[in-house]
């Protein structure tokens, strides 16, 4: 009862914030994420192997960056995408989507819909690319979402995540980054969003998150293999590629 309490707050504010939320991002990232989201893209298409993609499932899809990301870079890889789905509980953030991909949604082959990771829509085996981008993080009930995603994966299937992982190494420029990250960014965020409790979270919630070592062996457990793992910027930000088996 206390994690629903917990996961509807969360949502919530991500309605509050969904209207800011892009360009929030924009200026806390300086752009830097593009980078990021375009190397997770081009890894999964690197690990599937194949042309003809048919189903991706973008979890937690917010405004829906990742799957323009999905979009532009199957066209840069010469791949075949039959249909792509963005699901996230926030009614807010899948309304900027809607708005954001109206183009894209015409011709049918993106669907949004409101849903939460641990109890996806989505019929077993039947999933070539799950992605979830800084998503995973906001999923209270963790444990249950990496089984929706083991079992909505076909065999051979690609889990994608990136996300701020919570990192104990040491180093100045951690520490620094570290200062940037829980100190900077939620103020600059408050300030563009007006709503710095929302962004106060966002420090909290990577101290609350598990590391990629702890991350890597629960996938295991779920029959999930590491295919690539990477930290960007000092580890700021964090790559896992995983192939179901
Ligand atoms: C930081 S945003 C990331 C949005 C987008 N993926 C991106 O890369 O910009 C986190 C998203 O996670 C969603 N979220 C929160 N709890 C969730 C849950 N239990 N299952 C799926 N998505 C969730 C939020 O609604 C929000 O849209």
Redesign the pocket.
């Known amino acids: 009862m206390q994690e629903v309490k917990k996961?509807e707050k969360?949502?919530h504010m991500?309605d509050d914030i969904a209207k800011s939320y892009d360009k929030a991002?924009r200026v806390m990232s300086l752009g830097i994420d593009v980078r990021w989201r375009k190397e997770a893209c081009k890894k999964a298409f690197e690990a599937l192997g194949v042309v003809e993609i048919e189903r991706i499932a973008?979890?937690?899809?917010?405004?829906g960056?990742?799957i323009i990301h999905w979009q532009n870079e199957a066209c840069n890889a010469q791949k075949n995408i039959k249909e792509i789905i963005g699901?996230?509980?926030?009614k807010g953030?899948l309304e900027v989507a809607q708005d954001k991909l109206s183009h894209l949604i015409e011709n049918k082959k993106i669907t949004l819909e409101v849903?939460?990771?641990?109890a996806l829509n989505l019929p077993s085996d039947s999933v070539d690319i799950l992605s979830?981008?800084?998503?995973l993080r906001?999923?209270?009930e963790l444990d249950a979402?990496l089984d929706e995603f083991a079992r909505v994966l076909k065999p051979q299937g690609i889990l994608v995540i990136?996300e701020f992982m919570n990192d104990s190494k040491k180093g100045w420029i951690r520490s620094l980054m570290k200062f940037y990250t829980r100190k900077i960014l939620p103020f600059v965020g408050g300030m563009i969003s007006k709503n710095y409790a929302a962004y106060a979270y966002l420090p909290d919630s990577i101290k609350g998150f598990v590391s990629v070592e702890e991350l890597k062996q629960r996938l295991l457990k779920r029959g999930i293999e590491s295919y690539f793992i990477k930290g960007y910027s000092a580890d700021i930000s964090t790559l896992y590629v995983g192939i179901k088996k």
């Open positions: 996961q969360i949502v991500f991002n973008d979890i937690a899809c917010g405004t960056d990742m699901i996230d509980p926030s953030m849903g939460e990771a641990k979830i981008a800084y998503g906001n999923v209270v979402a990136l």
